[in-house]
């Protein structure tokens, strides 16, 4: 089983990509195919002096889809590595892509050279964000920007087959993202999809105010891209001015300044579960094979993490065991019990 | 120059609302109407020997909209608490409305009340949001939950003028927050709501990412209600999850101890500026008459600060400075100048 890796994707790349898939390709014995500039890719790995034992092929893409661009701009450009490294899964030359690179281009790559389950009608980003005991599934988390109500169903029911096949959670929590917990508050979108949950076998515990969204109330919360990806990213730019208020906090004198060391340790991990680095990335669910999405920020430990964790996926099946779940909550339910979701 | 307070809005009212009201009303002479169950209000007066000595009427109003119920309930209890003291403003036997209590609640009964400001088809909650120097405004923060591109337009308008006339900042730069900084990135709304405010005279600086919200990148920050609320749960419950993550950190050494009690005293003073309770209170802008809504969770500290807030607003006659505002900004802009909007 190869994994194919986005080598071009993410700040400093190919350089921090080549140097975390190196550490997976070592400490896991991960075959790896790295797409992208080939010159520079060994120009990179011939820093790594172990690199003739390991199974790391080199893919031909010299273009890549830069940050500022428009995810569209992958449609334009055969030879970018987000798109070769998905041709590559899609034609069984890999088993699995990872690409910490431009997330709307990968989407983008990944939904026209894979395809969709049947029964989906838009993919959606699998984040993973944490609660006070564990983690939870936010989904979506930037993948389908714009969504009618039929779509949040499918991000639903795809969200839950992933937590309860992947993470081992016995009938998950479903919550609905909206502005209060209420079952009539929320747009005409949320207000649609709540009905169509509502209809469905999964353990749908009504909308779900974001005030909760880090207690743990909810295994699974749904929300359109756009929402998904606000959420993400306040919570990052907050999390950034805390830590921020803490070096000032530091400053100010010496016994601030050790416990704020420890505070602020605490801190980062939290913000590491929060931007993908301790899980390595986010799955792109509802395509018929397994593509990880990493944090365009990624370190060499992150990368690799990620690159870990797309071959997890890739060797336990993730895409069968979606389409098992999927059935289990396709059909109406036939039990009259709404739990409180009207 | 009197304020009708919401006697009965908040939780544990009327007990804090009165306390912080009667704060108000001796510390900075304000005369105040408290709205609400009239033998509950007494009872609670009673506790405070001076109150013979300050300017404090009631407005009896038996009937209260529960933080449970939907908004919509406001227009069948006539005598609700928010309702009749959105009244008396509209009536002029007060300048200008306080509540604490359900804030769909207070944004319907002041809209049927005052009415709209000539040319503005929404009202929106402006909510002041820590940055790293100052603060920012984001609006709307939840009055107006479903909308089209020309209510984001107005509410980028309604916060500029409030930004400017309010909080004395010259220009404000507005952005619209999107799922990314490109022009078009984001919704059909957001789409639709960028071009149209790039046509006007507001020193528009395009979209804007969640992740910049507290770093200062702008002054003010247009969304519909349904986002505006997410960033704002999103942040409380982020905080929330951080504090609790710094109280076990305390219980594992006695240096971390020490140093967790400092910055969680910075958290807890970052939150207070977070969940309105260093403002007191969001102005509630489009309307004809001065509308503050505090924190549902207010202390009486903090119901004194927003009733004082409001004072504020009505003594420095906001609505008539927020017309003159809208005026300024409302032609189509004649200059060519369009920053990086497009």
Do not use: W
Not at 5 to 14: K, L, S
Not at 80 to 98: K, N, Q
Not at 173 to 201: D, F, Q
Not at 280 to 307: D, E, N
Request: proline letters at 4%.
């Amino acid at each position: 089983m190869r994994i194919a890796v986005d080598a071009m994707g993410g700040d400093d790349a190919p350089r921090t990509v080549v140097h975390g898939a190196v550490a997976a390709a070592r400490e896991d014995g991960l075959a790896l195919t790295l797409v992208g500039a080939r010159a520079m890719l060994e120009d990179e790995l011939a820093r790594f002096p172990e690199v003739d034992s390991l199974s790391i092929a080199i893919l031909d893409a010299p273009d890549v889809v830069g940050m500022d661009e428009p995810a569209v701009a992958v449609r334009r450009r055969p030879r970018a590595s987000v798109r070769v490294a998905a041709e590559a899964v899609a034609a069984g030359e890999a088993a699995a892509l990872f690409t910490a690179g431009h997330s709307g281009a990968a989407v983008m790559a990944a939904y026209a050279a894979f395809g969709l389950l049947d029964g989906i009608e838009r993919p959606a980003i699998a984040a993973t964000i944490p609660t006070r005991d564990g983690a939870a599934i936010l989904v979506d988390a930037g993948a389908s920007v714009s969504c009618r109500p039929q779509h949040l169903l499918v991000f639903a029911r795809l969200g839950a087959a992933y937590a309860s096949a992947m993470l081992g959670i016995d009938r998950p929590r479903v919550g609905l993202l909206s502005n209060g917990e209420e079952a009539a508050k929320g747009t005409p979108l949320v207000r649609g999809a709540h009905a169509r949950i509502a209809e469905t076998r999964l353990h749908f515990i009504g909308n779900l105010d974001a005030s909760e969204l880090f207690t743990g109330a909810a295994d699974v919360i749904v929300c359109d891209g756009f929402t998904g990806n606000v959420v993400l990213k306040t919570s990052e730019g907050l999390v950034e001015a805390i830590d921020a208020l803490m070096a000032d906090e530091m400053a100010r004198s010496v016994t601030a300044q050790v416990g704020a060391v420890l505070t602020r340790g605490a801190l980062r991990r939290f913000r590491a579960r929060l931007d993908y680095s301790e899980y390595g990335g986010a799955p792109l669910l509802g395509l018929r094979h397994v593509c990880v999405i990493g944090h365009g920020r990624s370190s060499p430990k992150a990368i690799a993490t990620g690159v870990r964790l797309t071959a997890r996926f890739a060797r336990e099946r993730l895409v069968t065991r979606l389409e098992d779940g999927l059935r289990e909550t396709g059909a109406l339910r036939v039990s009259t019990s709404h739990g409180h979701a009207e």
